[in-house]
């Protein structure tokens, strides 16, 4: 596989913008179809977009995170199902940037700048909690491991060239197995069958005695020791995607208003554009969007400043600001695809349209983890200056 190798923010940017476009042609029958995006990962991974974050040492273009997360925005308003294929792949480049050794760093980055792709393995089910890892590493006598468990939501998993698995330890400390998606002992299941996000394929991972030799296994329990970023960048690729189909829905719903609807009579207009009922409402969806994008770009930024000089405050303030933005933007996108319906009438509500996939997607995709949590470290955080915890999901 050979990729195209991106210089820089402004190319980048570029071709998320290109590459949405197309993407968004064909994004509502491959979600009536449960259509897989193979050929459109594919296209993403020869853009060069997966190995933006390689650092520029290692020939990448080490972009900051304000433009990744405008990144997964403008894939997000054509398709959310592909925009959140990638987000795990760029959290555990992250890993490997920080805890990776120079030859891990030197072999995966040199995978990334090919197109390669990581899936993931994190979740389990049946367990206590998220938190709860009962995948296990076994030491072997020659240094290498025996890698065992059951993964579920594997969001990316079926179409990666590599799959990054949460595991413990024998001493129950918390690491990240990277493992070829065709190795022995690995079976990938396309059991997903969510309401939305369908063609993100996050179904089952069974580990079943697969060898990973000790060099594909990076520390992952460092990451939470001392002050850090993982939780705060992988969130805030999660609100870009959520702040992306918001904005995907209001767009779908004012081109339905202006072309498709009629007017209510009472309005004494001739198109539907002209109500001021519907001026009114769409005024106020408009606001919900901005400010969720506003909040996006100033938890980004946040995020980049925190990582030019981290310490325990600066890392607090990037995920209290990620956590803002995750909240408004995952209430912008279940409110505005919810009102598409209410501005739109009965006629937007037909099975052929396929309108409530905007809706589907942004209620499935919010489900990933509790926004109430989110606002309840924000409140701490500004009433008694608690810093949020460093659990990876803030």
């Keep these: 596989m050979t990729a195209h190798v991106i ?34 990962l594919d296209r993403l991974s020869a853009s060069g977009l997966l190995g933006v974050t390689v650092p520029a040492d290692h020939g990448g273009a080490d972009v900051r995170t304000e433009t990744l997360a405008e990144i997964f925005r403008l894939l997000a308003t054509a398709d959310g199902s592909l925009a959140q294929i990638p987000q795990s792949h760029f959290v555990y480049v992250n890993v490997i940037r920080r805890h990776g050794t120079p030859e891990q760093r030197k072999f995966f980055f040199a995978e990334l700048l090919a197109g390669r792709r990581f899936g993931n393995a994190q979740s389990e089910a049946g367990t206590r909690h998220v938190q709860d890892i009962r995948t296990r ?48 002992g690995v079976e990938v299941v396309d059991d997903w069958d969510g309401m939305g996000q369908r063609t993100t394929a996050s179904g089952t991972v069974r580990l079943t005695d697969v060898v990973v030799p000790a060099d594909r296994v990076l520390p ?27 904005a995907a829905a209001l767009d ?9 609807s009629r007017p209510w009579f009472e309005a004494g207009v001739e198109t539907a554009a002209e109500d001021p009922l519907l001026i009114q409402r769409f005024g106020e969806l408009a606001l919900q ?53 209410d501005v739109a009438g009965t006629r937007s509500a037909l099975r052929s349209l ?14 990933h983890d509790p926004v109430r ?12 200056g608690t810093r949020p915890p460093r659990h990876g999901l803030l």
């Design 7 to 40: 210089t820089d923010d402004a190319e980048a940017l570029a071709v998320a913008a290109e590459l949405a476009e197309e993407f968004r042609i064909h994004a509502s029958r491959r979600d009536a179809e449960r259509t897989l995006p193979r050929a459109e």
């Design 220 to 246: 992952h329990h460092l990451t939470f020791q001392g002050p850090q970023l993982h939780g705060a960048f992988a969130q805030v690729l999660h609100a870009a995607i959520d702040a992306g189909l918001a």
């Design 354 to 367: 396929n309108l409530h996939r905007h809706w589907r997607d942004a209620r499935t995709h919010t489900l």
């Design 252 to 260: 779908e719903a004012a081109a339905f208003v202006r072309t498709r």
């Design 289 to 341: 969007v901005r400010a969720a994008e506003a909040l996006l770009r100033e938890a980004a930024r946040g995020v980049d400043a925190a990582r030019d000089d981290l310490t325990d405050d600066t890392a607090a303030a990037a995920s209290i600001a990620v956590a803002a933005a995750k909240a408004a933007a995952a209430q912008a996108a279940v409110e505005v695809s919810n009102a598409l319906f």
């Design 137 to 184: 590493l076994h030491r072997r006598t020659d240094g290498s491991y025996l890698l065992n468990g059951v993964k579920h939501y594997s969001t990316g998993a079926l179409f990666a060239h590599w799959i990054p698995v949460l595991a413990r330890a024998e001493d129950d400390t918390l690491h990240a197995a990277y493992v070829p998606r065709d190795a022995p």
């Design 373 to 384: 949590w989110k606002i309840q470290h924000i409140g701490r955080y500004v009433l008694n």
